[in-house]
């Protein structure tokens, strides 16, 4: 089957649209129409080479479509179905079976080897060069290969071109504060970043019940969103002090919790410097960079924990289906920062996010697709409204 994918063909590359040819359909793998897909920053940090990857390749990894072939195993799944694409996991290793398919001990070979384990490919060039997946999902394309493991049904009156984004940055940020960090009800938190995963992870604080929000960014636009979402404080760390406003804001005891998106190294440190005694940091950016720390004045002497967390430890099939009926009931109106591109928009899309211009672009992949209820989608919309 001919498809046509957003393929990147080496580190720092342009997105390149190109037709390639499906590989072979496995019992337990899928075909999905693509109606549209997200772009995170991870997408990003393979493309630019920040993590290595086996390149060329399709990546991707938000991604909402529809079923149109299944492998014959497949039993949950029917062609015709609504899904949104999370990541893969094998379902027997013991992190899966406790209920944390996101450490699951495949989790690399199957989300970040770009083949299966046997060594085939999902997509090959027309010369015959194999083109790596992404996260078993590749959702940059008109039509991909996934495993069904990756996906998650959704009501058919969900508007695919919308929800893609709950696949990893908003599920992040979603799982990060509810299984990562737990806060409790009236407690403080302070997000670095104010993105899709930090502002996913800032609409969670408030549906827990955390008291004071603090959003903190270098773009005083995105810090308006954080405000509109539910911030009680915001702080440019650019122009203001840091320190100087957390104390004024937490009558100098520091914040519960804190999270940081941005993988800058001192941006992490001071996020475990204004935590409170007994307070808890999870770093969550994708970059190579470190953080020095002196574990007995910087951790020990105040009781302060440092937690890592990966794509929220979220089960997404649970999670994903939860995150929907927050949007309907207007507690996550992620709608409000996404910016929908056309198909052949993928490196404007990109650019936008990285400038900050765009929290979270959206490529509309299948443009004659409507929702159930064909519900004019946002204002920010410029194709739909
Ligand atoms: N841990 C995980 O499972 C997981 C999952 C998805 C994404 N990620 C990673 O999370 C990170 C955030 O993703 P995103 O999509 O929200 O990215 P993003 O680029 O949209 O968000 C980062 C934000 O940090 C802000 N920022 C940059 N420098 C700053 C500074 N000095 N002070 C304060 N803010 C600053 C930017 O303006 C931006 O708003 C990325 O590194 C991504 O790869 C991790
Ligand atoms: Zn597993
Ligand atoms: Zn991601």
């Not at 496995?26 to 997200?38: L, P, Q, R, W």
């Not at 490919?121 to 010369?127: E, I, L, P, S």
């Amino acid at each position: 089957m001919k498809i046509i994918a957003a393929v990147v063909n080496g580190v720092n590359e342009e997105y390149v649209l190109e037709e390639l040819t499906l590989g072979e359909l496995y019992s337990d793998e899928v075909i999905v129409k693509m109606v549209a897909t997200g772009i995170c920053q991870s997408d990003e940090a393979l493309r630019v080479g920040a993590e290595a990857y086996p390149m060329p390749a399709v990546l991707g990894h938000e991604g909402a479509g529809i079923i149109e072939k299944v492998g014959s195993a497949v039993k949950d799944f029917a062609v015709g179905d609504q899904v949104v694409m999370a990541y893969n996991y094998c379902g027997t290793c013991p992190s899966c079976r406790t209920g944390h398919p996101a450490v699951c001990t495949e989790w690399a070979a199957l989300n970040f080897s770009g083949n299966r384990s046997d060594g085939s490919y999902t997509f090959y060039k027309a010369d015959g060069t194999p083109v790596s997946n992404f996260f078993t999902q590749s959702s940059f394309a008109t039509y991909t290969i996934t495993n069904s493991k990756n996906l998650i049904k959704v009501d058919p009156e969900a508007d695919l071109r919308l929800i893609g984004p709950l696949g990893c940055g908003l599920l992040t940020g979603f799982g990060t504060v509810v299984n990562g960090l737990q806060p409790q009800t009236g407690s403080s938190i302070a997000i670095f970043g104010t993105g899709a995963v930090g502002l996913g992870a800032l609409m969670t604080a408030k549906i827990v019940g955390c008291s004071t929000i603090i959003a903190i960014d270098i773009h005083n636009s995105r810090l308006e969103t954080a405000s509109e979402l539910g911030a009680t404080h915001t702080i440019n760390s650019k122009t203001e002090n840091l320190q100087e406003r957390i104390d004024e804001i937490t009558g100098g005891r520091g914040v519960n919790y804190s999270i940081d998106t941005t993988g800058i190294s001192s941006i992490m440190k001071a996020s475990i410097d204004i935590l409170a005694l007994g307070g808890s940091f999870a770093p969550l950016a994708v970059k190579p960079n470190s953080l020095e720390l002196k574990p007995f004045t910087d951790l020990i002497m105040s009781n302060r924990k440092v937690v890592g967390v990966l794509m929220g430890d979220s089960v997404p099939q649970l999670a994903i289906p939860q995150l929907i009926q927050y949007h309907k009931q207007g507690k996550f109106p992620f709608d409000k920062f996404v910016k929908f591109y056309k198909f052949n928009e993928f490196n404007q899309a990109a650019a936008d996010s990285n400038s900050g211009e765009t929290i979270k672009p959206v490529i509309i992949i299948d443009e004659s697709y409507r929702s159930r209820n064909d519900e004019p989608l946002i204002v920010f919309n410029k194709y739909f409204n």
